[in-house]
Structures are given as structure tokens and as C-alpha cells.
């Protein structure tokens, strides 16, 4: 089974529409780590956020925010008013102590397409 | 601050080669990780340096793999003799000590193998 599901394999909106990436976890443990990292066509993948399991606040970053439910094991991921430059591929993550929180298990992600 | 540089971006080989990728990571970070993504799927953790020794290999697929990390600076991840399962793009990311919590890991954007 996975650890990390990215249900939603490809979405597209068009620009100033609000979009929301699903990502939905297992783990054993009550202490872990939840990330989001994004993957635009230059390659790399560039960290956005990390979660500690004992922080159930949402947070918000300009246009992006974060909804972490744990009683439902999600951290999903919204962006507001997207844009062209939001295209990319958006990758859920979780690490675990017994790696001692030094290595993350990644969903498949989601392909994100903002057309204008 | 220079980020993490992979080398080749893009290399094609024949079945049976040998292909040799390299990683130079941020300057100072200790914890170097090799991950890969095969076509589709999850991006996969391969092995864990921290300086110059290996702290977790766990995740590399067999001994057609071997990643070395002379001196504790760059890496090299070496495939010998390389076969079509071994297609994919190999991810090198780096961190520094975390402390308390997760590291949060800065990646490079990539080495795509594609084996004929």
C-alpha cells in the first residue's frame, strides 16, 4: 500500500481559478513530518512547507495554504487565483522516525496546468 | 549560495554500459541523499551520506549500484552494467544537520538515464 497518495494525477484550471491538491498519508507513528515540494520544468524540486504532525494549524503563504486534517491523515494544498508560473508538478511527502526523520517517502504527484 | 548540481542533466546509454552521475551538494551541508524516479512513479529514496559515510543505503535496488562520497564533498552514483529498469531521473539533494525535526532537504534538478 502507499504511504503517500496523490489521487489526482493531472489537473487543469485556467488562470485566476483556485485549485486544490489532494494528499492523503499512513503512518504508525505520532510524530512525523509532512512536506510539499514542487517541480517546475527547469527540474529541481523546490521545498514549500513542512509540517510537524503536532501542528494542526492551517497555514497560509501568500497565495498558497495548507489544510492539515489529521484526523482524516490529509495535507492538502491550495492554491488561490492561480497563475501560469503555479505549472509545475506538485509532490506530497512524509518522513518518519524510523529514519530518523532523515528521509522522505513521496507520493506520485500531481501535474498542475494553468493556462491563461 | 550555489544550489545542488547534478551532471550529466541527460545521459543515453546501450544496455551493458556503464554510466557514472555526479552530485556536487550545497557547500557545508554533511547529509547527501540519492533518490530516483522512474517513469510514472514515486520518486524512490536509493541511499543516505552523511560526510563521507553511508548512514542508510536501504533503498538501492541491487549491486549494479554503487555511490561513493570520497572526502565528504561530491558524490558519484555508478551504474555497471546498466540495464532498461534503470531508466529514469536520479535525484541528489543535500541538507545540513537538522537539530530537532526533519531535515529539510534541498534537491538538484536531476540526471535523466534513459538505458536503450
Known amino acids: 500500500a502507499q504511504k503517500v497518495t496523490q489521487a489526482q494525477t493531472e489537473i487543469s484550471v485556467v488562470e485566476k481559478e483556485d485549485v486544490t491538491l489532494d494528499c492523503v498519508y499512513e503512518?504508525?507513528?505520532?510524530?512525523?513530518?509532512l512536506f510539499w515540494y514542487k517541480q517546475p520544468p527547469s527540474g529541481e524540486l523546490v521545498f514549500l512547507i513542512r509540517?510537524?504532525?503536532?501542528?494542526?494549524q492551517n497555514e497560509i503563504s501568500g497565495r498558497y495554504s495548507w489544510n492539515f486534517q489529521k484526523s482524516t491523515s490529509s495535507f492538502n494544498f491550495t492554491i488561490t487565483a492561480s497563475q501560469v508560473v503555479d505549472s509545475a508538478v506538485y509532490f506530497c511527502a512524509l518522513s518518519e522516525p524510523d529514519s530518523g526523520y532523515s528521509t522522505l517517502t513521496f507520493g506520485k504527484g500531481t501535474m498542475l496546468l494553468v493556462s491563461p | 549560495e550555489a544550489g545542488v548540481t547534478q551532471f550529466p542533466s541527460h545521459s543515453v546509454i546501450e544496455k551493458g554500459q556503464t554510466v557514472t552521475l555526479r552530485c556536487d551538494p550545497i557547500s557545508g551541508h554533511d547529509n547527501l541523499y540519492w533518490y530516483r524516479r522512474v517513469m510514472g512513479k514515486e520518486i524512490k529514496f536509493l541511499l543516505h551520506f552523511v560526510k563521507e559515510s553511508k548512514q542508510d543505503e536501504s533503498g538501492m535496488p541491487n549491486n549494479r549500484f554503487l555511490a561513493e562520497r570520497t572526502g565528504g564533498t561530491y558524490s558519484t552514483l555508478k551504474v555497471q552494467p546498466a540495464e532498461l529498469e534503470d531508466s529514469g531521473v536520479y535525484f541528489c539533494a543535500s541538507s545540513q544537520d537538522p537539530g530537532s525535526g526533519a531535515n529539510v532537504l534541498t534537491f538538484g534538478a536531476g540526471s535523466r538515464l534513459t538505458v536503450l
Open positions: 509540517r510537524n504532525s503536532f501542528d494542526e
Open positions: 503512518t504508525r507513528d505520532t510524530t512525523y513530518y
